[in-house]
DNA sequence: TTGCTCCTCACGTCACGTGAGGTGGC
DNA sequence: TTGCTCCTCACGTCACGTGAGGTGGC
């Protein structure tokens, strides 16, 4: 007679995973010593080396418990069986190996090259740090709502920095970060960003940015908290006959009437 | 600002999980409305668009949280460890894939294809299912101990099974499974066993069975309880100066003095 | 008033690991 | 008498799933 260790050691488990596989009910509870010590014979030997066997093979023991009690048939569908789900689970790993290799391309999380290297442009223009913080935040919403229009709005993008008057409004707005709520010069800013969206709606370039309603909303809610000439700038955008800052928009001449109304 | 629910959508995860995100410290709470309900901005929308980036490319949350506040250096470091991780996990899985198939190959659980086609041969000399039965778990646990002499011992059961006498032992033992203890026959059975253990032992073939003593014990054991029969031959044997059953020895004469006693 | 969403516990999953606290066996 | 083994709870792991029971919002 085997007490439980020995047992253990046999099939090379350990004492706690026999006990376990007691309370599960896939090795009976053997007899005991009157000192409450289980005793083991050779039927739990040769059980247990079966479990074990399975369990090895990557079995969850509940299918043990079946594949101990099938006929040949049903064991062979169950290996089988067995074998189908390793290989769906070693496919879903290697997924995952391609994923994590593509995170460790791209040094930003989240985002696909073309904003990473977008975004690397802006600091290299010398875009401030909480600014390009921003627009990455814009993009990694982007990149998770419509994937497959950002490689086109970010070739519109990098299109719109090889206008001069561009690069200038990024700086002017990269300053601007730590400027005051009441600094005179927002207006400025106000000014050359109206001429550029007259521009931009002249040439027809309304863009698609692949973000819903509510979201932008978010996006601009950041901005405005961002700092206090994000507020003030939107608010002089608003006065001057545009809307938002993430997606900015005229607003037609009826709705500006209504004016200050919230919704 | 956004309900969890919405904030969850955003991101492709249930709204449990952005809940047990919370709870983890992965995602810090947010404000509440009067009425208790979580508010969300957008930095919860690109903080959890991240984590699922992370978390759905295999990294464990508590990764996660290193990851999302780790330098350029770290993160790359953090990533060739994760994938090398998944390289392991994936080896293992083909490992399991391997074991598996050795399971259905051979049609028998943790037992080797040259131990199947043994009792295989048993079968078809027409020997009882319950004996083979026990030579199945004497097999079983020899695998389990010693598995390279496996084969060897196969080889010599085989070549037993090649003399005639051996055979009609076999067949002798099959029937006599459903005998009684006090049947006269079994005396004849002893007796063969005899005339074929002495002529082992002069052609000098005591086998190393792989198997230590407490296993040996286990198995007679098992024998034992598994037919009157069985304790019968086992007495009967003992009585001429054999001991054992699983591993037949010869006691030498002063021991055999000593007689009845017990261990 | 009726669904719908939200809230907070709290147990369940999987296969044990790891103490805690106590007792028999050599 | 001193370790060593054994015993039974019972919590912890991992990333949530799944009710239970209750309440605000349209």
């Known amino acids: ?3 439980i260790s020995q047992l253990a050691t046999y099939a090379g488990v350990t004492v706690r995973a026999v006990r376990h596989y007691h309370h599960v009910g896939l090795l009976p509870e053997p007899a005991r010593t009157a000192s409450g010590y289980r005793t083991y014979d050779a039927t739990a030997v040769i059980r247990l080396i079966q479990i074990r066997t399975l369990a090895d093979a990557g079995v969850p023991l509940g299918r043990v418990q079946e594949l101990l009690y099938a006929g040949p048939e049903e064991f062979a569908a169950g290996v089988r069986q067995i074998d189908a789900d390793l290989r769906a689970e070693i496919r879903r790993l290697q997924e995952n190996r391609r994923r994590i290799a593509a995170l460790a391309a791209g040094d930003s999380l989240a985002l696909p090259a073309s904003v990473v290297g977008y975004l690397g442009r802006l600091r290299s223009l010398g875009v401030d740090g909480r600014y390009v913080a921003l627009e990455r935040g814009a993009w990694i919403m982007i990149a998770a709502q419509a994937p497959d229009v950002v490689d086109a709005s970010i070739a519109k993008k990098h299109a719109e920095l090889d206008d001069p008057d561009m690069v200038a409004l990024y700086r002017f707005l990269s300053e601007a970060v730590q400027w005051s709520g009441d600094d005179p010069r927002i207006v400025d800013i106000a000014i050359l960003l109206e001429r550029l969206m007259i521009r931009a709606v002249e040439a ?5 940015d692949g973000l819903d309603d509510p979201i932008v909303d978010l996006l601009d809610a ?3 908290e961002s700092s206090p ?7 002089i955008l608003q006065s001057r006959g545009w809307k938002g800052w993430t997606r900015i928009e005229r607003v037609p001449v009826h709705a500006q009437e209504v004016g200050e109304r919230t919704g």
């Open 222 to 224: 950041m901005t405005v």
């Open 229 to 235: 000439v994000g507020r003030r700038l939107i608010e």
């Open 204 to 208: 027809g370039e309304a863009d698609a």
């Open 1 to 3: 007679m085997l007490t």
